[in-house]
């Protein structure tokens, strides 16, 4: 399956962004957002089970950011609000192995090619 990333951009700190995943083909797997700032090891953010019955956020974003799908629509958000300039990298939107969710960049299979946020202070 592809991954086609969009929605990223330049706003200020305090501001919001919508994130959003479509993928080539219908997917039963879980979905996940991860990011990369410059000079940083690519980190997770958020993921969510194929039902959505499960979602998991990394402890930085908890709060502000939600993930959500809509499986008629093959499609992943990750609506972000009260963004900070540490927010700043490439995000990444990921199809897993399996339905269940999981953290860990090794249980996702298949990646998008990334959009740039960058939150100015």
């Known amino acids: 399956v592809q991954l086609q990333a969009s929605g990223g951009g330049l706003v200020q700190a305090g501001g919001s962004l919508r994130l959003s995943c479509a993928t080539s083909?219908?997917?039963?797997?879980?979905m996940g957002w991860f990011r990369q700032a410059p000079g940083k090891e690519r980190e997770f953010v958020a993921a969510?089970?194929?039902?959505?019955?499960?979602?998991y956020y990394a402890d930085s974003v908890k709060n502000r950011f939600t993930i959500s799908r809509d499986n008629a629509k093959n499609t992943v958000y990750l609506q972000m609000n009260s963004l900070k300039p540490e927010d700043t990298a490439v995000y990444y939107c990921?199809?897993?192995?399996?339905?269940?969710?999981?953290?860990?960049?090794?249980?996702?299979?298949?990646w998008g090619q990334g959009t740039q946020v960058t939150v100015s202070s």
């Open positions: 990921a199809a897993g192995f399996h339905g269940i969710v999981s953290t860990a960049p090794a249980d996702f299979g298949s």
């Open positions: 083909a219908r997917t039963f797997s879980s």
């Open positions: 969510i089970s194929w039902s959505g019955s499960s979602i």
